[in-house]
């Protein structure tokens, strides 16, 4: 009878240990199906690195929803989130050459350790702007026209900002 209940022990800890085996392949599996790009597909892109605790992050993506104008002032570009806890995989082309890695990675190759974190970047890879922090919807407007229509390449941002706002 006791050689039966060790039997019957050892077998639950197989039993145990395969399903927890199996399981744990399901997640890398899905891991992987969740890899995402973040290559444009337009002319300019923003990426938004955000923070799970972050409030200002919170309001800036209740900004995006809500906010009209900041809805019409982002047509045309491409919008990517990165969230600095994941490790989820991300293809991305910044810094003009093609890599994958974890968004925590990349967020910290970017130097996006402060949240939310704003990067412009063009269809090459070539970051154009990173601004560190929330910008209220009529700033964060005169912004994304700074990028849409290239005035970085005439004015700096401060001085735009100053006759856009």
Known sequence: MLMMAKFRHLFYIVIFTLLFACSSENKNETVKETSKSIIPKQK???????????IYCAQ?????KTEEILKKALEG??????LYESYTPVKTNIGGKLVELPEK???????????????FYDKNGNIILQIPGYLPP????????YVKNEK????????YMKKCV
């Open 105 to 119: 990675d990349l967020a910290r190759k970017l130097n996006a350790t402060s949240f939310p974190n704003l990067i």
């Open 77 to 82: 570009m491409d919008l990517y989130t990165l």
């Open 44 to 54: 300019y892109a923003l990426l938004i690195v955000e923070s799970k605790s972050c």
């Open 152 to 159: 970085f390449k005439e004015i700096k941002l401060q001085d």
């Open 60 to 64: 800036l993506k209740k900004d995006l």
């Open 138 to 145: 009529k700033e964060f407007v005169c912004v994304i026209n």
